[in-house]
RNA sequence: GGAGAGUUGGCCGAGAGGCUGAAGGCGCUCCCCUGCUAAGGGAGUAUGGGUUAAUCACUCAUCGAGGGUUCGAAUCCCUCACUCUCCGCCA
């Protein structure tokens, strides 16, 4: 959600700046509602300000055993005027909350300005796209052997979108999840959350998935929500709280399922398991103070980068341009890890913040000693990775001339001290 | 799934139709006293919104959420959510 108050006072500039989010504010809509709202707010306050002031001289003059009848009166030709104004004053509100409740954040002013993902920006490069002396395979091909990655049977079971691993492929996948919550753990300072998968709507709206995803997500009968990220349940976590300035900032990571409709994505990715309505992923989430949430998105994106460094992985990290950001954030950076069969580099982790985006969301604020008032938190999530994806990077960096895949050093106490896998 | 109890400010806790935005305590802030420490005395201390250039100003809302009764609701009625206890079921 947005400062209502720039709304207010600076209301041209902020639906330039939505503009360059791909976001149309109506500005002419909004501005009549502001001032709808305005006349009717007062009206509706001076109307409720007589009514209780009369009802209390009622209370008074009874106890003073006087006639209260003139009094009873007066207030009741105020009823209907005042239910009448109520009930318009809760419409225009409803509207203008819908409103902001649909409008996504602005971009911070160093992102580009862009309309899609070609307008993204090249930060940095780390590790050399490896040659290979033989034809390369992708990792479908390299899960064929030993029906390590068996898409046919998941089809059977679910339908397209998911995935089987068998064997050594799904030690690896749970050897790479157990690997990145042990270096988060335990070099980068976050805190393991075992959280639950399912959520309500209240939860999905404070970060930002709802109302205006709702397509994106499964429910269920109950109206509870498979979580897309465990950015949800970890970020909602401090909904609704006062925290003290001296709890912050707060890293809190988790591995999870994430599930997704990937409705609207019907022909893109369709081969192997870049996108798949179920994946696992270990996410970061930090709850900060305003002054360092800046520094606190480089930290988070050095943590994921981290990950690869240590896996050795090939990979760039991109800044998002205005029009390719998610809905909450203020500033992302992608990170892309090389695929040499794709021979490009693909998405693997993102990394946002969101300022006081969701905060504002889920009434997440702190209070300082030197302020009076809470304020608002700003919130950040991160992968850490993408674990199917990281899969993925792996079997295709590290594959063989003969199929075989070597494991990752880092990898290898993880496989029980296998360095080899997918032998034929 | 069944039966019962509960949900009040940062925390604990009173409150039973008007004088309650809410006693009291804890915590916190400021002041006084005390040669350290402990203790004592006084004052202050909810959140969100609106009006305003801005406020020491004025005002509205909020006692789990949403409806209702009433001139007036934390207090009465209804629905829902959550928590706790007991029973049942279950990994």
């Known amino acids: ?47 409720q300000n007589k009514r209780t002031t009369i009802s209390k001289s009622i209370g008074k003059a009874k106890a003073a055993g006087e006639d209260v009848q003139p009094l009873l009166d007066e207030v009741a030709a105020i ?28 971009a911070h002013e160093s992102v580009p300005v862009g309309k899609d993902e070609d307008d993204n920006v090249e930060v940095r490069q780390w590790g050399e796209p490896k040659s290979f002396d033989f034809e390369v395979k992708d990792h479908v091909a390299l899960g064929e052997r030993r029906q390590g990655l068996d898409a046919e049977s998941a089809a059977n079971l679910s ?59 499964f429910i269920t009968e109950d109206e509870r929500y498979l979580i897309p990220t465990a950015e949800v349940p970890l970020t909602n976590l401090v909904a609704d709280t006062i925290l003290e300035e001296a709890e912050l900032p707060i890293k809190m990571t988790a591995h999870t ?64 341009c205005s029009g390719d950001m998610g809905f909450s954030a203020t500033k992302t950076y992608d990170i892309e890890v090389w695929l040499p069969a794709q021979k490009t580099y693909r998405e693997i982790s993102s990394c946002s913040n969101c300022v ?14 030197e302020v009076k008032k809470p304020q608002w938190v700003h919130t950040l999530n991160g992968s850490g990775l993408a674990v199917g994806r990281t ?34």
């Open 391 to 424: 899969l993925i990077a792996v079997l295709e960096n590290y594959q063989q001339k003969d199929g075989c895949v070597l494991v990752p050093e880092a990898l290898q106490g993880y496989m029980g001290g296998k360095t080899v896998i997918n032998v034929a």
């Open 79 to 106: 009823g209907d005027t005042l239910d009448a104004s109520k009930e318009q004053l809760k419409a225009i509100q409803a509207e203008m909350e819908l409103v902001t409740l649909y409008t996504p954040n602005l």
């Open 257 to 320: 399922p994430c599930f997704r409709r990937e409705a609207g994505s019907y022909g893109k990715d369709t081969r192997g398991m870049i996108r798949q309505h179920q994946f696992e992923k270990v996410e970061m989430v930090q709850v900060v103070h305003p002054d360092h949430s800046f520094d606190a998105l480089e930290e988070m994106t050095g943590h994921a980068e981290a990950i690869l460094q240590a896996l050795e992985l090939p990979y760039r990290v991109m800044v998002l």
């Open 356 to 369: 006081d985006f969701q905060a504002r969301r889920m009434k997440a604020r702190f209070r300082s000693p």
């Open 1 to 47: 959600m947005l400062d209502p108050q720039i709304l207010r006072n600076d209301l041209e500039q902020t639906a330039t700046r939505l503009k360059h989010r791909g976001y149309d504010l109506d500005v002419t809509h909004w501005q009549s509602l502001e001032q709808q709202r305005k006349t009717v707010q007062i009206e509706t306050e001076s109307l």
């Open 159 to 217: 339908g397209s979108r998911f995935t089987l691993l068998t064997g050594e492929m799904a030690q690896l996948h749970r050897a790479l999840a157990q690997f990145m919550l042990d270096q988060h753990t335990t070099h980068h300072g976050y805190k393991e959350y075992y959280v639950p998968y399912l959520v309500n709507a209240q939860t999905m709206q404070g970060s930002g998935q709802l109302p205006k995803f709702a397509d994106d997500a």
